[in-house]
């Protein structure tokens, strides 16, 4: 089972950089075989490209503001299929949400999606997370590996070819 882990976000914008900082953290774990950690910054437009690779589940790490309490965190699952936009999709306009849309494109589309966020304390532009955020990275980095464990042992019910187009 392929897994994409990507973090996104500007760390110049203070908690904005959570996906970035879990994504680094995560660099540092034990991963299961098969599962690529790729942190895209502000380069959402990679991680478009990025999902035309086959991926069997994609987690998205990125700031969700939801109005809860700073580093609260949240997994969210999608909507799927998620429809593209009418005509090209917009890459100036390229955002985490962009990348999902394009995802509506795609042939082999990844049979999990989740987003993995975490409610910001401030989007200053200043440099590194607020302790309230930075505590939170090592959570969300848990809840990743276990993602992708409930993901595996839906997998191996299922007789292990996870990848499904449209039909």
């Known amino acids: 089972m392929r897994i994409l882990v990507a973090g996104v976000g500007n760390i110049f914008l203070q908690d904005d950089g959570f996906g ?41 790490l990125d700031t969700v503001s939801r109005g809860g309490i700073p580093g609260t965190l949240y997994v969210i699952e ?37 987003i993995i966020g975490c409610e910001p304390a401030s989007l200053a532009e200043e440099l ?7 505590a939170a990275v090592p959570l969300a980095a848990s809840l990743v590996l276990e993602q992708i464990a409930a993901w595996t042992h839906d997998a191996t019910k299922k007789g292990g070819d996870v990848c499904s187009g449209d039909s």
């Open 128 to 134: 590194g997370l607020t302790p309230t955020v930075a």
């Open 20 to 60: 970035s900082a879990v994504a680094q953290y995560l660099r540092t774990q034990a991963l299961p075989e098969d599962t690529t950690v790729i942190d895209f910054g502000t380069g959402s437009i990679h991680l478009a490209f990025e999902l035309q690779n086959g991926y069997d589940g994609v987690l998205i």
């Open 78 to 114: 999608p909507e799927l299929p998620i429809q593209a936009a009418p005509g090209i999709p917009d890459p100036h306009g390229a955002h985490p949400g962009w990348a999902l849309q394009v995802l509506a494109t795609l042939p082999q589309r990844p049979q999990y999606v989740r």
